[in-house]
């Protein structure tokens, strides 16, 4: 059976293949008590082929994982979108979750920041604000400047590489890859004003698949 591995995973793929091939080499048995491992390293980079579902106004998950509660905050300054509360929808991924983040909309990516860093548990509210963080604010196709939803990849307690393939200008497809991040981490969305939730806290997103709301008429 063939596993999608994401290109940023076949260098740990090979260091934990041949480390465990090496032991089994010199040692034995003891590589058995290391094969789970290699094979949780290529579990972690898997990249699975998804679907996204039909609707234009869909906002679609950014990653899989569990959806946390949600709240009311201000998108990261960084990327001037106003310091006004907006609707976040944050969700956690584990180290066994598929860390390959996705677009939620087709739209333009209107600016990008990236912010250094503490490395607090994912799941804390407040890595949201301390956490190493990449932003990017999209304007949906079809939407005026002021319209704008931010996707925020934060790195985790053991997250330590945060990957993003976007550019500003860059028109984008929702549904379709734009990075990850290594170990165990978080993406929030902020959404634009009129926009309807549709996901519930607690729930498992599937990236590029999962709804977590809609945009307004």
């Known amino acids: ?10 260098r740990f793929v090979a260091i934990a293949a041949a480390v465990n091939a090496m ?5 034995g048995w003891p590589g058995w008590v290391l094969l789970p491992l290699t094979l949780w390293v290529v579990a972690f980079f898997r990249d699975p082929e998804r ?9 679609l998950a950014p990653a899989d994982g569990k959806l946390l509660p949600v709240v009311q905050a201000a998108p990261p300054p960084e990327l001037g979108l106003g310091d ?8 956690f991924m584990n180290v066994f979750n598929v860390h390959v983040n996705r677009n939620p909309v087709d739209g333009t990516v209107t600016a990008l920041a ?13 890595a949201s604000e301390h956490n190493e963080r990449m932003s990017i604010a999209i304007r949906p196709k ?5 319209q704008e939803l931010a996707v925020v990849q934060i790195a985790g307690l053991v997250a330590r590489r945060i990957r993003c393939d976007l550019k500003k200008g860059q028109e984008v497809c929702r549904g379709t890859r734009f990075g990850i991040i290594r ?8 959404l634009p ?10 729930q498992t997103t599937r990236a590029g698949e999962t709804v977590l709301a809609e945009l307004p008429d």
């Open 193 to 202: 004003d009129g926009a309807r939730v549709l996901a519930t806290p607690g």
């Open 84 to 91: 006004a509360p907006r609707t976040r929808l944050s969700i």
């Open 51 to 59: 679907r996204p579902p039909p609707g234009a106004r869909l906002i």
């Open 23 to 27: 032991v089994f080499a010199l040692l």
């Open 183 to 190: 170990f165990g981490s978080r993406l929030d969305v902020y």
């Open 142 to 146: 079809g939407r005026e400047a002021g």
């Open 1 to 10: 059976m063939r596993i999608p591995v994401h290109e940023e995973g076949w």
């Open 114 to 126: 990236y912010r250094p860093g503490r490395f607090f548990n994912a799941s804390f509210d407040k």
